[in-house]
C-alpha cells in the first residue's frame, strides 16, 4: 500500500492542480492533498476555503482515497504521521524542475525514506499558474478555462468584497 501526499499552497486550486490529483490518485493507494499554510504570505484565498473548493471539486471526480487536509508544518514530519512515502509534485517547465529537484533534495536531507515523484503537467495545463491567474482577476480577465466554478466565483467575489 503506498500513500502519497501532494503538498502545495493551492492558492487558487486550478485545473492544473486537479490533473496532478487525477494522475496522483491512479498511480498510489491514497492521496492526500496537503494545503499549506505560509505564514510569510498574505494568501488569496484562506486555507479553509481552499480546502473545501478541493472538496466541493472532489465530489464529483469520483476519486479514491483522496482527502484534503490543512498543515503548518514540516511537510516530511506529515508524512511520517501519516506513513506516507512518496512527496508528489507537478511540473510545468525546466524553472519549475530546477524548483522541485532542489526541493526533492532538502526534503530526502530531512527524511531519506521519503521519495519525491514528479508528474509532468499535460500541455494544455502548461500556461496555469496562479500568480497569472491572480493578475488575470484584477484586470478583469477571464478565468472560467483555469478553474473550476466554484473556485472562480469563490474568486470573483473576492474581488467585488475588495471593490
Ligand atoms: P507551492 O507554493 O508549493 O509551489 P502550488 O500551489 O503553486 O504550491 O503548486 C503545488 C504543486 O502543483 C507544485 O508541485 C506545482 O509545480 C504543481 N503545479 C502547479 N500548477 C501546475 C500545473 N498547471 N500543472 C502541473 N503541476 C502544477
Redesign the pocket.
Known sequence: MVKAV??????PP????L??ITRGAVLFDSLDIVV?V?SQKEPLLKAELIKSLFEEQLQTMNLKDVKVVIYDGLIVDYCRNVGAAVLL????SSA?FNY?FELSILNKQLDDKIETVL?P??PK??V???STIKELLNLGGDISAMVPPAVESALLKLREQKT
Open positions: 501532494f503538498p502545495g499552497s493551492f492558492d486550478t485545473y492544473g492542480h490533473n496532478i499549506a505560509n509534485r507537478g511540473v510545468r519549475d522541485e508528474i503537467t499535460e495545463y502548461f496555469l499558474r496562479s
